[in-house]
Protein backbone atom coordinates (compact mmCIF):
# COMPACT_ATOMS: atom_id res chain seq x y z
CA UNK A 1 0.00 0.00 0.00
CA UNK A 2 2.36 2.58 1.23
CA UNK A 3 5.60 1.32 -1.77
CA UNK A 4 2.38 1.93 -4.28
CA UNK A 5 1.68 4.96 -3.33
CA UNK A 6 5.65 6.36 -3.95
CA UNK A 7 5.54 5.00 -6.92
CA UNK A 8 2.42 6.72 -7.94
CA UNK A 9 4.06 10.14 -6.35
CA UNK A 10 7.34 9.57 -8.87
CA UNK A 11 5.47 8.54 -11.77
CA UNK A 12 3.69 12.50 -11.55
CA UNK A 13 7.05 13.58 -10.97
CA UNK A 14 9.04 11.83 -13.83
CA UNK A 15 7.39 14.53 -16.26
CA UNK A 16 8.95 17.73 -14.48
CA UNK A 17 12.35 15.31 -14.31
CA UNK A 18 12.90 15.14 -17.48
CA UNK A 19 12.61 18.84 -18.37
CA UNK A 20 14.65 19.73 -15.38
CA UNK A 21 18.24 17.94 -15.13
CA UNK A 22 18.34 14.30 -14.18
CA UNK A 23 20.79 15.17 -11.39
CA UNK A 24 18.02 17.22 -9.52
CA UNK A 25 15.59 13.83 -8.23
CA UNK A 26 13.43 14.71 -5.52
CA UNK A 27 14.44 13.01 -2.36
CA UNK A 28 12.17 10.23 -0.96
CA UNK A 29 12.20 12.50 2.47
CA UNK A 30 10.40 15.96 0.38
CA UNK A 31 7.09 13.37 0.41
CA UNK A 32 4.70 14.05 3.41
CA UNK A 33 3.51 10.66 5.10
CA UNK A 34 -0.22 9.29 3.75
CA UNK A 35 -2.89 8.31 6.26
CA UNK A 36 -4.60 4.68 5.87
CA UNK A 37 -7.05 3.49 7.23
CA UNK A 38 -7.17 0.72 10.13
CA UNK A 39 -8.21 -2.97 8.55
CA UNK A 40 -11.90 -3.72 8.52
CA UNK A 41 -12.65 -7.34 10.27
CA UNK A 42 -14.97 -9.03 8.11
CA UNK A 43 -15.63 -12.40 10.42
CA UNK A 44 -17.42 -10.85 13.21
CA UNK A 45 -20.91 -11.72 13.65
CA UNK A 46 -22.46 -8.09 12.81
CA UNK A 47 -20.49 -8.01 9.56
CA UNK A 48 -21.66 -11.17 8.83
CA UNK A 49 -25.03 -10.80 9.09
CA UNK A 50 -24.49 -7.68 6.46
CA UNK A 51 -22.90 -10.00 3.91
CA UNK A 52 -26.00 -12.58 4.45
CA UNK A 53 -28.69 -13.14 1.22
CA UNK A 54 -32.36 -12.77 3.18
CA UNK A 55 -35.23 -12.52 1.73
CA UNK A 56 -37.70 -9.23 3.07
CA UNK A 57 -40.21 -10.89 4.52
CA UNK A 58 -40.51 -14.15 6.09
CA UNK A 59 -42.05 -17.32 4.66
CA UNK A 60 -44.85 -19.63 5.85
CA UNK A 61 -45.74 -22.93 6.80
CA UNK A 62 -47.98 -25.19 4.38
CA UNK A 63 -48.72 -29.31 4.39
CA UNK A 64 -48.46 -31.18 1.71
CA UNK A 65 -52.01 -32.78 0.62
CA UNK A 66 -51.52 -34.36 -2.66
CA UNK A 67 -50.78 -34.49 -6.33
CA UNK A 68 -53.52 -33.83 -9.25
CA UNK A 69 -53.18 -32.76 -12.94
CA UNK A 70 -53.48 -29.54 -14.54
CA UNK A 71 -54.37 -28.09 -17.22
CA UNK A 72 -53.47 -24.54 -18.64
CA UNK A 73 -56.16 -22.66 -21.02
CA UNK A 74 -53.93 -23.34 -23.76
CA UNK A 75 -55.01 -26.57 -23.06
CA UNK A 76 -51.26 -27.61 -22.03
CA UNK A 77 -51.39 -30.42 -19.23
CA UNK A 78 -49.18 -30.23 -15.80
CA UNK A 79 -48.34 -32.64 -13.21
CA UNK A 80 -49.22 -30.28 -10.04
CA UNK A 81 -49.12 -30.32 -6.18
CA UNK A 82 -52.06 -29.29 -3.60
CA UNK A 83 -50.57 -27.61 -0.55
CA UNK A 84 -52.66 -26.63 2.36
CA UNK A 85 -51.67 -23.37 4.29
CA UNK A 86 -54.09 -23.80 7.81
CA UNK A 87 -54.03 -21.37 10.60
CA UNK A 88 -50.35 -19.55 10.02
CA UNK A 89 -50.38 -16.69 12.35
CA UNK A 90 -47.54 -14.42 13.75
CA UNK A 91 -45.89 -15.43 17.25
CA UNK A 92 -43.05 -13.41 17.95
CA UNK A 93 -40.73 -10.59 16.67
CA UNK A 94 -37.08 -11.39 17.19
CA UNK A 95 -35.27 -7.67 16.51
CA UNK A 96 -31.44 -7.17 16.18
CA UNK A 97 -31.12 -5.24 19.06
CA UNK A 98 -32.18 -8.06 21.71
CA UNK A 99 -31.53 -11.23 19.45
CA UNK A 100 -28.15 -9.92 17.25
CA UNK A 101 -30.85 -10.53 14.30
CA UNK A 102 -34.23 -9.90 12.89
CA UNK A 103 -36.69 -12.79 12.07
CA UNK A 104 -40.12 -13.64 12.59
CA UNK A 105 -41.58 -16.67 14.71
CA UNK A 106 -44.76 -18.20 12.59
CA UNK A 107 -46.93 -21.25 13.93
CA UNK A 108 -49.43 -23.23 12.27
CA UNK A 109 -52.06 -26.25 12.52
CA UNK A 110 -54.11 -24.93 16.49
CA UNK A 111 -53.86 -28.07 18.52
CA UNK A 112 -55.02 -28.12 22.12
CA UNK A 113 -54.39 -31.89 23.50
CA UNK A 114 -51.14 -34.08 23.04
CA UNK A 115 -49.05 -30.71 22.93
CA UNK A 116 -45.52 -31.25 23.83
CA UNK A 117 -44.78 -27.72 24.92
CA UNK A 118 -43.38 -26.20 28.13
CA UNK A 119 -44.73 -23.70 29.70
CA UNK A 120 -42.46 -21.36 28.25
CA UNK A 121 -43.50 -21.57 24.71
CA UNK A 122 -47.12 -21.36 26.22
CA UNK A 123 -46.86 -18.34 27.33
CA UNK A 124 -45.68 -16.75 23.77
CA UNK A 125 -49.54 -17.85 22.55
CA UNK A 126 -50.48 -16.02 25.44
CA UNK A 127 -48.36 -13.07 24.53
CA UNK A 128 -49.84 -13.36 21.05
CA UNK A 129 -52.74 -14.19 21.54
CA UNK A 130 -53.55 -16.92 19.57
CA UNK A 131 -54.44 -21.08 20.28
CA UNK A 132 -51.50 -23.48 20.67
CA UNK A 133 -49.62 -24.44 17.68
CA UNK A 134 -48.91 -27.67 16.74
CA UNK A 135 -46.05 -26.93 14.94
CA UNK A 136 -43.93 -23.67 15.59
CA UNK A 137 -40.44 -22.27 13.49
CA UNK A 138 -38.36 -19.26 12.83
CA UNK A 139 -38.07 -17.39 9.65
CA UNK A 140 -35.18 -14.49 8.87
CA UNK A 141 -35.88 -11.39 7.52
CA UNK A 142 -33.27 -8.63 7.01
CA UNK A 143 -35.29 -5.57 8.67
CA UNK A 144 -37.54 -6.33 11.36
CA UNK A 145 -41.49 -6.23 10.10
CA UNK A 146 -42.93 -5.25 13.99
CA UNK A 147 -45.14 -2.40 12.23
CA UNK A 148 -46.61 -4.59 9.29
CA UNK A 149 -47.34 -7.93 10.76
CA UNK A 150 -48.35 -7.24 14.22
CA UNK A 151 -48.88 -10.16 17.11
CA UNK A 152 -51.32 -12.57 16.01
CA UNK A 153 -52.25 -11.63 12.84
CA UNK A 154 -53.13 -14.76 10.05
CA UNK A 155 -50.80 -15.10 6.92
CA UNK A 156 -53.20 -16.21 4.29
CA UNK A 157 -52.53 -18.57 1.08
CA UNK A 158 -52.43 -14.88 -1.27
CA UNK A 159 -49.66 -13.93 0.51
CA UNK A 160 -48.18 -15.44 -3.25
CA UNK A 161 -49.11 -14.05 -6.15
CA UNK A 162 -50.11 -16.70 -8.85
CA UNK A 163 -47.22 -17.05 -11.69
CA UNK A 164 -44.84 -15.97 -8.58
CA UNK A 165 -41.54 -18.25 -8.37
CA UNK A 166 -41.05 -19.70 -4.70
CA UNK A 167 -38.71 -22.29 -2.96
CA UNK A 168 -40.40 -25.21 -1.16
CA UNK A 169 -38.29 -27.04 2.09
CA UNK A 170 -39.49 -30.25 3.39
CA UNK A 171 -37.92 -33.87 4.74
CA UNK A 172 -37.75 -36.34 1.77
CA UNK A 173 -39.03 -39.78 2.29
CA UNK A 174 -37.00 -42.21 4.67
CA UNK A 175 -36.33 -45.25 2.41
CA UNK A 176 -34.40 -47.29 5.52
CA UNK A 177 -31.29 -48.96 4.96
CA UNK A 178 -30.75 -48.89 1.11
CA UNK A 179 -28.34 -50.43 -1.25
CA UNK A 180 -25.12 -48.56 -3.40
CA UNK A 181 -27.53 -49.02 -6.46
CA UNK A 182 -30.33 -47.14 -5.21
CA UNK A 183 -28.52 -44.77 -2.83
CA UNK A 184 -26.17 -43.46 -5.64
CA UNK A 185 -26.79 -45.48 -8.90
CA UNK A 186 -24.13 -47.83 -8.92
CA UNK A 187 -23.91 -49.93 -11.51
CA UNK A 188 -23.66 -53.74 -9.96
CA UNK A 189 -22.51 -57.07 -11.68
CA UNK A 190 -23.81 -59.04 -14.19
CA UNK A 191 -26.63 -61.28 -14.45
CA UNK A 192 -24.80 -63.83 -16.02
CA UNK A 193 -21.52 -64.80 -17.69
CA UNK A 194 -20.62 -66.89 -14.31
CA UNK A 195 -21.20 -64.19 -11.92
CA UNK A 196 -22.96 -65.88 -8.84
CA UNK A 197 -24.16 -64.42 -5.46
CA UNK A 198 -23.21 -60.67 -6.30
CA UNK A 199 -26.02 -58.56 -8.13
CA UNK A 200 -26.70 -55.55 -6.83
CA UNK A 201 -23.41 -55.14 -4.53
CA UNK A 202 -21.56 -52.18 -4.39
CA UNK A 203 -18.16 -53.69 -5.32
CA UNK A 204 -14.67 -52.49 -4.07
CA UNK A 205 -14.75 -49.36 -1.60
CA UNK A 206 -10.73 -48.61 -2.68
CA UNK A 207 -9.33 -48.99 0.56
CA UNK A 208 -5.56 -50.51 1.21
CA UNK A 209 -3.66 -51.60 4.18
CA UNK A 210 -2.06 -48.12 4.59
CA UNK A 211 -4.02 -45.88 5.92
CA UNK A 212 -6.39 -49.44 6.45
CA UNK A 213 -9.75 -47.95 7.04
CA UNK A 214 -12.44 -46.24 4.65
CA UNK A 215 -12.45 -42.23 4.97
CA UNK A 216 -15.62 -41.41 6.45
CA UNK A 217 -17.81 -40.05 3.92
CA UNK A 218 -17.09 -42.31 1.24
CA UNK A 219 -20.52 -43.48 -0.97
CA UNK A 220 -21.95 -46.80 -0.32
CA UNK A 221 -24.60 -48.33 1.35
CA UNK A 222 -26.67 -46.36 4.37
CA UNK A 223 -29.84 -44.35 5.43
CA UNK A 224 -31.33 -43.22 2.40
CA UNK A 225 -34.17 -39.98 2.76
CA UNK A 226 -35.80 -38.42 5.88
CA UNK A 227 -33.64 -35.60 4.72
CA UNK A 228 -34.25 -31.96 4.34
CA UNK A 229 -34.27 -31.11 0.73
CA UNK A 230 -35.16 -27.76 -1.13
CA UNK A 231 -36.98 -27.35 -4.62
CA UNK A 232 -35.97 -24.12 -5.99
CA UNK A 233 -37.95 -22.07 -8.17
CA UNK A 234 -41.51 -23.46 -8.25
CA UNK A 235 -44.03 -21.85 -10.10
CA UNK A 236 -47.61 -20.74 -8.19
CA UNK A 237 -50.52 -22.03 -10.10
CA UNK A 238 -53.41 -20.89 -8.37
CA UNK A 239 -54.01 -19.50 -4.57
CA UNK A 240 -57.18 -19.60 -2.86
CA UNK A 241 -57.53 -17.72 0.29
CA UNK A 242 -60.17 -18.48 2.00
CA UNK A 243 -59.96 -22.34 1.39
CA UNK A 244 -56.31 -21.97 2.34
CA UNK A 245 -55.17 -23.65 -0.44
CA UNK A 246 -51.40 -23.28 -2.74
CA UNK A 247 -51.32 -25.22 -5.96
CA UNK A 248 -47.82 -24.97 -7.37
CA UNK A 249 -46.27 -26.68 -10.28
CA UNK A 250 -44.62 -30.17 -9.93
CA UNK A 251 -43.56 -32.27 -7.27
CA UNK A 252 -42.02 -31.28 -3.83
CA UNK A 253 -39.96 -33.27 -1.11
CA UNK A 254 -41.66 -35.28 1.13
CA UNK A 255 -45.22 -37.92 1.73
CA UNK A 256 -48.38 -36.50 2.15
CA UNK A 257 -48.95 -34.83 5.58
CA UNK A 258 -45.74 -33.48 5.60
CA UNK A 259 -45.55 -29.75 7.07
CA UNK A 260 -43.58 -27.59 4.47
CA UNK A 261 -41.68 -24.47 4.56
CA UNK A 262 -42.65 -21.85 1.10
CA UNK A 263 -41.00 -18.56 0.46
CA UNK A 264 -40.22 -16.44 -1.93
CA UNK A 265 -37.87 -17.52 -4.69
CA UNK A 266 -33.80 -16.97 -2.87
CA UNK A 267 -32.42 -16.67 -6.05
CA UNK A 268 -34.74 -14.09 -7.69
CA UNK A 269 -35.81 -12.05 -4.30
CA UNK A 270 -32.75 -12.08 -1.68
CA UNK A 271 -30.48 -9.38 -1.60
CA UNK A 272 -27.70 -8.74 1.53
CA UNK A 273 -27.57 -5.49 2.94
CA UNK A 274 -23.91 -4.33 1.56
CA UNK A 275 -25.60 -4.66 -1.51
CA UNK A 276 -27.99 -2.49 -0.79
CA UNK A 277 -25.53 0.08 0.15
CA UNK A 278 -23.88 -0.26 -2.71
CA UNK A 279 -26.91 0.21 -5.15
CA UNK A 280 -27.82 3.15 -2.76
CA UNK A 281 -24.17 4.76 -3.59
CA UNK B 1 -31.91 -22.90 67.32
CA UNK B 2 -32.89 -24.54 64.45
CA UNK B 3 -30.71 -27.24 64.33
CA UNK B 4 -31.60 -28.03 67.68
CA UNK B 5 -35.54 -28.31 66.80
CA UNK B 6 -37.18 -31.01 66.07
CA UNK B 7 -37.23 -31.99 61.87
CA UNK B 8 -41.22 -31.37 62.57
CA UNK B 9 -40.25 -27.04 62.03
CA UNK B 10 -37.97 -27.73 59.58
CA UNK B 11 -40.89 -29.76 57.03
CA UNK B 12 -43.22 -27.11 58.40
CA UNK B 13 -41.07 -24.54 57.01
CA UNK B 14 -40.39 -26.09 53.47
CA UNK B 15 -43.99 -27.03 52.97
CA UNK B 16 -45.24 -23.37 53.39
CA UNK B 17 -42.96 -21.88 50.68
CA UNK B 18 -43.79 -24.94 48.47
CA UNK B 19 -47.58 -23.43 49.38
CA UNK B 20 -46.38 -19.93 48.46
CA UNK B 21 -45.05 -20.76 45.27
CA UNK B 22 -47.96 -22.57 43.77
CA UNK B 23 -50.04 -20.04 44.51
CA UNK B 24 -48.24 -17.59 42.69
CA UNK B 25 -47.61 -19.30 39.76
CA UNK B 26 -49.39 -17.95 36.73
CA UNK B 27 -50.83 -20.05 34.12
CA UNK B 28 -51.04 -18.47 30.52
CA UNK B 29 -54.26 -18.29 29.30
CA UNK B 30 -55.66 -20.22 26.57
CA UNK B 31 -57.04 -18.84 23.37
CA UNK B 32 -59.75 -20.46 21.07
CA UNK B 33 -58.31 -21.47 17.18
CA UNK B 34 -59.46 -20.26 14.25
CA UNK B 35 -62.91 -21.09 12.88
CA UNK B 36 -62.15 -24.18 9.83
CA UNK B 37 -61.81 -23.38 6.65
CA UNK B 38 -64.32 -25.13 3.90
CA UNK B 39 -66.53 -25.91 6.56
CA UNK B 40 -64.34 -28.63 7.35
CA UNK B 41 -64.31 -30.32 4.25
CA UNK B 42 -60.98 -32.34 2.77
CA UNK B 43 -58.79 -30.23 0.60
CA UNK B 44 -58.73 -33.10 -1.91
CA UNK B 45 -61.94 -33.21 -2.29
CA UNK B 46 -62.74 -29.59 -1.82
CA UNK B 47 -60.03 -29.20 -5.11
CA UNK B 48 -61.79 -31.85 -7.01
CA UNK B 49 -64.74 -30.59 -6.87
CA UNK B 50 -63.84 -27.25 -8.13
CA UNK B 51 -62.31 -28.51 -11.25
CA UNK B 52 -64.97 -30.33 -12.19
CA UNK B 53 -66.88 -27.46 -11.71
CA UNK B 54 -64.70 -25.48 -14.22
CA UNK B 55 -63.54 -28.35 -16.71
CA UNK B 56 -67.29 -30.79 -16.97
CA UNK B 57 -70.05 -28.19 -15.79
CA UNK B 58 -72.62 -30.25 -17.57
CA UNK B 59 -70.77 -33.44 -16.20
CA UNK B 60 -71.24 -34.86 -19.79
CA UNK B 61 -67.66 -36.63 -19.13
CA UNK B 62 -67.85 -37.59 -16.13
CA UNK B 63 -70.82 -39.63 -17.68
CA UNK B 64 -68.57 -41.32 -20.35
CA UNK B 65 -66.20 -42.78 -17.59
CA UNK B 66 -69.23 -44.87 -15.17
CA UNK B 67 -68.39 -47.89 -14.54
CA UNK B 68 -71.56 -49.32 -15.15
CA UNK B 69 -73.22 -47.18 -17.38
CA UNK B 70 -70.25 -45.51 -19.53
CA UNK B 71 -67.81 -46.40 -21.71
CA UNK B 72 -66.78 -49.98 -22.05
CA UNK B 73 -63.52 -51.26 -24.13
CA UNK B 74 -64.34 -52.60 -27.50
CA UNK B 75 -66.63 -49.45 -28.41
CA UNK B 76 -65.93 -47.10 -31.16
CA UNK B 77 -65.46 -43.52 -30.56
CA UNK B 78 -64.74 -40.34 -32.34
CA UNK B 79 -62.85 -37.38 -30.46
CA UNK B 80 -63.55 -33.75 -31.85
CA UNK B 81 -61.11 -31.02 -31.04
CA UNK B 82 -61.20 -27.60 -31.25
CA UNK B 83 -59.34 -26.73 -34.60
CA UNK B 84 -62.13 -29.09 -36.08
CA UNK B 85 -59.78 -32.20 -36.31
CA UNK B 86 -60.95 -35.58 -35.89
CA UNK B 87 -59.83 -38.97 -34.15
CA UNK B 88 -61.65 -42.26 -34.79
CA UNK B 89 -60.66 -45.40 -33.13
CA UNK B 90 -62.03 -48.06 -30.73
CA UNK B 91 -61.22 -47.95 -26.99
CA UNK B 92 -58.50 -50.60 -25.96
CA UNK B 93 -58.45 -49.32 -22.06
CA UNK B 94 -59.56 -46.53 -19.79
CA UNK B 95 -57.35 -44.94 -17.11
CA UNK B 96 -58.95 -43.36 -14.14
CA UNK B 97 -57.43 -41.09 -11.28
CA UNK B 98 -58.38 -40.65 -7.83
CA UNK B 99 -59.67 -37.73 -7.08
CA UNK B 100 -57.66 -35.69 -10.47
CA UNK B 101 -58.38 -35.25 -13.63
CA UNK B 102 -55.98 -37.63 -14.68
CA UNK B 103 -58.47 -39.88 -16.66
CA UNK B 104 -57.37 -40.78 -20.27
CA UNK B 105 -58.79 -42.95 -23.34
CA UNK B 106 -56.73 -45.49 -25.23
CA UNK B 107 -58.02 -45.95 -28.40
CA UNK B 108 -56.54 -47.90 -31.83
CA UNK B 109 -57.31 -47.89 -35.45
CA UNK B 110 -55.22 -49.10 -38.67
CA UNK B 111 -54.33 -46.19 -40.86
CA UNK B 112 -53.50 -47.71 -44.13
CA UNK B 113 -52.40 -50.97 -42.46
CA UNK B 114 -50.54 -49.06 -39.98
CA UNK B 115 -51.54 -49.55 -36.76
CA UNK B 116 -52.00 -46.25 -34.44
CA UNK B 117 -52.77 -45.34 -30.82
CA UNK B 118 -53.47 -42.77 -28.81
CA UNK B 119 -53.87 -42.30 -25.11
CA UNK B 120 -56.32 -38.91 -25.01
CA UNK B 121 -56.33 -37.03 -21.57
CA UNK B 122 -60.72 -36.63 -20.73
CA UNK B 123 -60.72 -33.70 -19.23
CA UNK B 124 -58.28 -31.57 -21.55
CA UNK B 125 -60.08 -27.87 -22.73
CA UNK B 126 -58.94 -28.47 -26.48
CA UNK B 127 -61.33 -31.20 -26.71
CA UNK B 128 -64.56 -30.18 -27.82
CA UNK B 129 -66.78 -33.26 -28.15
CA UNK B 130 -66.64 -36.88 -27.25
CA UNK B 131 -69.14 -38.91 -29.04
CA UNK B 132 -69.67 -42.90 -28.90
CA UNK B 133 -70.54 -44.27 -32.69
CA UNK B 134 -71.01 -48.27 -31.70
CA UNK B 135 -71.10 -50.13 -29.43
CA UNK B 136 -70.53 -54.13 -30.49
CA UNK B 137 -73.02 -56.80 -29.02
CA UNK B 138 -70.36 -58.97 -28.00
CA UNK B 139 -67.35 -58.14 -25.69
CA UNK B 140 -64.06 -59.38 -25.77
CA UNK B 141 -62.93 -60.89 -22.26
CA UNK B 142 -60.83 -58.24 -20.12
CA UNK B 143 -61.26 -54.33 -19.33
CA UNK B 144 -57.95 -53.91 -20.67
CA UNK B 145 -57.25 -55.52 -24.49
CA UNK B 146 -53.14 -54.62 -24.65
CA UNK B 147 -53.61 -58.45 -25.29
CA UNK B 148 -55.22 -58.19 -29.42
CA UNK B 149 -52.51 -56.02 -30.40
CA UNK B 150 -51.02 -58.26 -33.53
CA UNK B 151 -53.07 -60.98 -33.27
CA UNK B 152 -56.57 -61.71 -35.55
CA UNK B 153 -58.66 -59.94 -32.82
CA UNK B 154 -57.16 -57.40 -33.79
CA UNK B 155 -59.21 -53.94 -34.88
CA UNK B 156 -59.24 -53.34 -38.95
CA UNK B 157 -59.80 -50.13 -40.06
CA UNK B 158 -61.82 -48.26 -37.89
CA UNK B 159 -63.38 -45.24 -40.22
CA UNK B 160 -64.23 -47.03 -42.79
CA UNK B 161 -66.08 -49.76 -40.53
CA UNK B 162 -67.96 -47.11 -39.19
CA UNK B 163 -68.67 -45.32 -42.78
CA UNK B 164 -70.58 -48.79 -43.99
CA UNK B 165 -72.48 -48.87 -40.51
CA UNK B 166 -74.07 -45.72 -41.85
CA UNK B 167 -74.83 -47.06 -44.81
CA UNK B 168 -76.10 -50.09 -44.02
CA UNK B 169 -78.57 -47.42 -41.26
CA UNK B 170 -79.50 -45.65 -44.51
CA UNK B 171 -80.58 -48.36 -46.55
CA UNK B 172 -82.94 -49.84 -43.76
CA UNK B 173 -84.47 -46.81 -43.80
CA UNK C 1 -35.93 -45.49 -29.58
CA UNK C 2 -33.55 -45.87 -33.06
CA UNK C 3 -30.16 -46.69 -32.32
CA UNK C 4 -27.22 -48.27 -34.21
CA UNK C 5 -28.13 -51.17 -36.16
CA UNK C 6 -32.08 -50.72 -35.98
CA UNK C 7 -34.25 -51.78 -38.56
CA UNK C 8 -36.89 -49.46 -40.37
CA UNK C 9 -39.20 -49.18 -42.72
CA UNK C 10 -38.70 -47.21 -45.96
CA UNK C 11 -42.13 -45.78 -46.96
CA UNK C 12 -41.72 -43.55 -49.86
CA UNK C 13 -40.47 -45.02 -54.02
CA UNK C 14 -37.11 -44.05 -53.80
CA UNK C 15 -36.20 -47.99 -54.30
CA UNK C 16 -35.64 -48.99 -50.95
CA UNK C 17 -37.21 -51.03 -48.80
CA UNK C 18 -35.84 -51.90 -45.33
CA UNK C 19 -32.99 -50.04 -44.08
CA UNK C 20 -30.46 -50.12 -41.09
CA UNK C 21 -29.76 -47.01 -38.99
CA UNK C 22 -26.27 -46.52 -38.49
CA UNK C 23 -25.67 -43.14 -36.85
CA UNK C 24 -28.59 -40.58 -35.64
CA UNK C 25 -27.23 -37.45 -36.30
CA UNK C 26 -26.36 -34.74 -34.02
CA UNK C 27 -27.05 -36.63 -31.21
CA UNK C 28 -25.06 -37.86 -28.13
CA UNK C 29 -23.73 -41.63 -28.81
CA UNK C 30 -25.80 -43.37 -25.47
CA UNK C 31 -28.86 -41.31 -26.99
CA UNK C 32 -31.44 -42.76 -28.97
CA UNK C 33 -33.33 -41.06 -32.21
CA UNK C 34 -37.52 -40.07 -32.37
CA UNK C 35 -39.92 -38.78 -34.51
CA UNK C 36 -38.54 -35.78 -36.43
CA UNK C 37 -34.76 -36.65 -36.44
CA UNK C 38 -32.26 -37.53 -39.35
CA UNK C 39 -30.37 -40.46 -39.42
CA UNK C 40 -27.63 -41.93 -41.72
CA UNK C 41 -28.18 -45.69 -42.74
CA UNK C 42 -27.47 -48.56 -44.99
CA UNK C 43 -30.02 -49.88 -47.37
CA UNK C 44 -30.71 -53.84 -46.57
CA UNK C 45 -33.74 -54.70 -49.03
CA UNK C 46 -34.29 -53.06 -52.38
CA UNK C 47 -36.89 -53.45 -54.77
CA UNK C 48 -35.65 -55.19 -57.91
CA UNK C 49 -33.86 -52.92 -60.67
CA UNK C 50 -36.36 -53.03 -63.93
CA UNK C 51 -34.13 -52.29 -67.17
CA UNK C 52 -34.10 -48.94 -68.46
CA UNK C 53 -34.81 -49.59 -71.82
CA UNK C 54 -38.20 -51.08 -71.03
CA UNK C 55 -39.59 -49.30 -68.31
CA UNK C 56 -37.91 -45.37 -67.70
CA UNK C 57 -39.21 -45.64 -63.83
CA UNK C 58 -35.82 -46.68 -62.18
CA UNK C 59 -34.93 -47.02 -58.46
CA UNK C 60 -32.95 -43.91 -56.93
CA UNK C 61 -30.95 -46.21 -54.11
CA UNK C 62 -29.80 -49.73 -54.43
CA UNK C 63 -28.41 -52.38 -52.35
CA UNK C 64 -25.46 -51.19 -49.77
CA UNK C 65 -25.79 -47.17 -50.25
CA UNK C 66 -25.60 -45.20 -47.44
CA UNK C 67 -28.52 -42.24 -47.58
CA UNK C 68 -29.58 -40.16 -45.17
CA UNK C 69 -33.86 -40.13 -43.71
CA UNK C 70 -36.24 -38.65 -41.63
CA UNK C 71 -37.80 -40.91 -38.92
CA UNK C 72 -41.55 -40.66 -39.39
CA UNK C 73 -42.88 -42.99 -37.19
CA UNK C 74 -41.58 -44.77 -34.01
CA UNK C 75 -42.51 -48.02 -32.14
CA UNK C 76 -41.73 -46.52 -28.36
CA UNK C 77 -44.66 -44.46 -26.85
CA UNK C 78 -43.94 -40.39 -26.98
CA UNK C 79 -45.87 -37.57 -25.22
CA UNK C 80 -47.26 -34.49 -27.06
CA UNK C 81 -47.84 -31.32 -24.73
CA UNK C 82 -51.19 -31.54 -24.22
CA UNK C 83 -51.32 -35.13 -22.16
CA UNK C 84 -51.76 -37.51 -25.03
CA UNK C 85 -49.65 -40.55 -25.85
CA UNK C 86 -48.91 -41.59 -29.77
CA UNK C 87 -47.23 -44.74 -30.58
CA UNK C 88 -47.11 -46.75 -33.96
CA UNK C 89 -46.87 -50.28 -35.12
CA UNK C 90 -43.67 -49.72 -36.82
CA UNK C 91 -40.66 -48.03 -36.70
CA UNK C 92 -40.61 -46.46 -40.66
CA UNK C 93 -38.50 -43.50 -42.28
CA UNK C 94 -38.47 -41.51 -45.35
CA UNK C 95 -34.99 -40.71 -47.56
CA UNK C 96 -34.06 -37.44 -47.39
CA UNK C 97 -31.20 -35.61 -49.45
CA UNK C 98 -28.63 -32.97 -47.80
CA UNK C 99 -31.38 -30.10 -47.95
CA UNK C 100 -34.14 -32.26 -46.26
CA UNK C 101 -35.76 -32.59 -48.99
CA UNK C 102 -37.44 -36.22 -49.79
CA UNK C 103 -35.63 -38.23 -52.63
CA UNK C 104 -38.76 -40.07 -53.89
CA UNK C 105 -42.73 -38.35 -55.02
CA UNK C 106 -44.79 -40.80 -53.18
CA UNK C 107 -45.58 -41.32 -49.85
CA UNK C 108 -47.17 -44.74 -49.49
CA UNK C 109 -48.38 -44.41 -45.16
CA UNK C 110 -49.18 -42.35 -41.96
CA UNK C 111 -46.86 -40.29 -40.19
CA UNK C 112 -46.99 -38.06 -37.11
CA UNK C 113 -47.91 -34.41 -36.71
CA UNK C 114 -44.89 -33.67 -35.06
CA UNK C 115 -42.74 -33.53 -38.54
CA UNK C 116 -45.02 -30.05 -39.41
CA UNK C 117 -43.70 -28.16 -36.68
CA UNK C 118 -40.14 -29.15 -37.99
CA UNK C 119 -40.62 -28.14 -40.96
CA UNK C 120 -40.75 -31.01 -43.07
CA UNK C 121 -43.59 -29.84 -44.99
CA UNK C 122 -42.86 -31.44 -48.02
CA UNK C 123 -43.29 -34.68 -46.35
CA UNK C 124 -46.19 -33.64 -44.63
CA UNK C 125 -48.30 -33.00 -47.96
CA UNK C 126 -47.57 -35.84 -50.17
CA UNK C 127 -48.24 -38.15 -46.76
CA UNK C 128 -51.58 -39.71 -47.24
CA UNK C 129 -52.43 -39.14 -43.63
CA UNK C 130 -51.75 -37.16 -40.17
CA UNK C 131 -51.56 -38.52 -37.12
Known amino acids: MFINSINKVIQSNRSRIQIRNAAKITSIHSIPSIKTKPPVVKHTIEERNKRRQLLERPGIFGIKRGMITWFTSEGEQLPATVIEIDSVEVLQHKTEDEFGYNSILLGTIDRFKNLKLGLSTLKIFDKAGTAPKYKIGEFRIRNSLESELPLGTEIKADYFAEGQLIDVKGITKGKGFAGGMKRWGFKGQPATHGVTKTHRKAGGHGGNQDPGRIFPGHKGEGRMGGKNNTKFNIEVLKTDADAGIIIVKGSIPGPRKAILKLQDSLIKYATSKNQIEKEAM | ?173 | MIYLKTLLNVIDNSGAQVVECIKVLRHKPKSFGKIGDQITCVVKQARPQLDSFQNTQSNKVKRRDIVRGVIVRQKAPFRRKDGSVVRFDDNAVVLINKNGDPLGTRISSVVAKELKELNYNKIVSLAPKTF
Not at chain 2, 15 to 23: A, E, N, T, W
Not at chain 2, 126 to 145: D, G, V
Open chain 2, 1 to 173: MLKSSSPIIKSSIIQSIRGFRYLKKELPTVYEGLQPKRNGKPVMEYIHQQMLAQHDPLGTRTKLINRETGLRSGDIIKVTYNDRTEVIGSVLAIKRGNLNLGHNILIRTKLNKVGSEIRIPLFNPNIRNIEILHKPEKYLPRHKLYYIRGTNKDVGDVETFVKKLEAKKHDKK
